[in-house]
Antibody, heavy 123, light 108 residues
């Protein structure tokens, strides 16, 4: 059974930093794209970033470029999101998600999701 | 920036067929995906690559594409299908990954 468990959320002041982690199990972590998706309170889903299986390609939504860094440790089956220069508008539940492979090709589209971790940016 | 447009809400009675649309210029070239999110829960993928259903998703959920519009159809909707539904896709370059604004489905 695929399991994705996020941790590291909490309350942080504007301008501060936070590092989110996602522990993966139940699948071959190193074979799949991984993503972070967030959801502000009462709002819709927003794709944040993704990273290729071997970490060689990373993509970000424009609003977090230069502030957030996605990374992974395939030996530890873990995904990370380093968030710097946090703003009030970054307040959200952050979900870790795994891509999928079908018909011999793999996609970064979120297929399996964790339960999320809440990040609150406030003074 | 690229956008996917969904109706804010759809309401129907149990047993009726729900159709939720998602409009985007690149949908003729890029796959559409559909997620179900029940209150305070993580999203669940219900349709991938326009019309495929993951294992464990009931057959009453189906997806289709016509031109620039993708449609999620729930045949014989149940009260338990009440949730927010989001479409997801990319722009034609594949560089911008976006969710639609979400559609709140009410079944009562």
């Amino acid at each position: 059974e695929v399991q994705l468990v996020e941790s590291g959320g909490g309350l942080v002041q504007p301008g501060g930093s936070l590092r989110l982690s996602c522990a993966a199990s139940g699948f071959t972590f190193s074979s799949y794209w991984m993503s972070w998706v967030r959801q502000a309170p009462g709002k819709g889903l927003e794709w944040v970033a993704n990273i290729k299986e071997d970490g060689s390609e990373k993509n970000y939504v424009d609003s977090v470029k230069g502030r957030f860094t996605i990374s992974r440790d395939n030996a530890k089956n873990s995904l990370y999101l380093q968030m710097n220069s946090l703003r009030a508008e970054d307040t959200a539940v952050y979900y870790c998600a795994a891509g999928y492979c079908s018909g011999g090709s793999c996609s970064s589209t979120p297929f399996y999701w964790g339960q999320g971790t809440l990040v609150t940016v406030s003074s | 920036s690229y956008e996917l447009t969904q109706p804010p809400s759809v309401s129907l009675s149990p047993g009726q067929t729900a159709r939720i649309t998602c409009s985007g210029d690149a949908l003729p070239k890029k796959y559409a995906y559909w997620y179900q999110q029940k209150s305070r829960q993580a999203p669940v993928l219900v349709i991938y690559e326009d019309s495929k259903r993951p294992s464990g998703i009931p057959e009453r959920f189906s997806g289709s594409i016509s031109g620039t519009m993708a449609t999620l159809t729930i045949s014989g909707a149940r009260v338990e299908d009440e949730a927010d539904y989001y479409c997801y896709s990319t722009d034609s370059s594949g560089n911008h990954r976006v969710f639609g604004g979400g559609t709140k489905l009410t079944v009562l």
